[in-house]
């Protein structure tokens, strides 16, 4: 019922930025919180950033400084907003919305970042 669309993805050069954006559409209600989540080739997906309904945010160590997390509410929409990008953030990204007691996944947006 529920659909997440990721756009922003692409190839950048180390140093660059990009901005990740994710529109949730369907059956929406009493969502807890959206997010951004990642997996490196050989590696678990692991969480990048959260934000809560209520604007609490969480980062992950590696990240914390140089990416930011924002959402509008209204338009159940999560941004993800990366600058100073490494290659080590290569990745699929992944948008994730949870919904109590359902979560629910995006396709996934390559990010790759050349040196």
């Known amino acids: 019922q529920v659909q997440l669309v990721e756009s922003g993805g692409g190839l950048v050069q180390a140093g660059g930025s990009l901005r990740l954006s994710c529109a949730a559409s369907?059956?929406?209600?009493?969502?807890?919180?959206m997010g951004w989540y990642r997996q490196a080739p050989g590696k678990q997906r692991e969480l990048v950033a959260t934000?809560?309904?209520?604007?609490?945010?969480n980062y992950a160590d590696s990240v914390k400084g140089r990416f930011t997390i924002s959402r509008d509410n209204a338009k159940n929409t999560v941004y993800l907003q990366m600058n100073s990008l490494k290659p080590e953030d290569t990745a699929v990204y992944y948008c994730?919305?949870?919904?109590?007691?359902?979560?629910?996944w995006g396709q996934g947006t390559q990010v790759t970042v050349s040196s």
């Open positions: 934000i809560t309904r209520g604007g609490s945010t």
């Open positions: 994730n919305l949870d919904q109590t007691p359902r979560v629910y």
């Open positions: 369907g059956s929406i209600w009493s969502v807890n919180a």
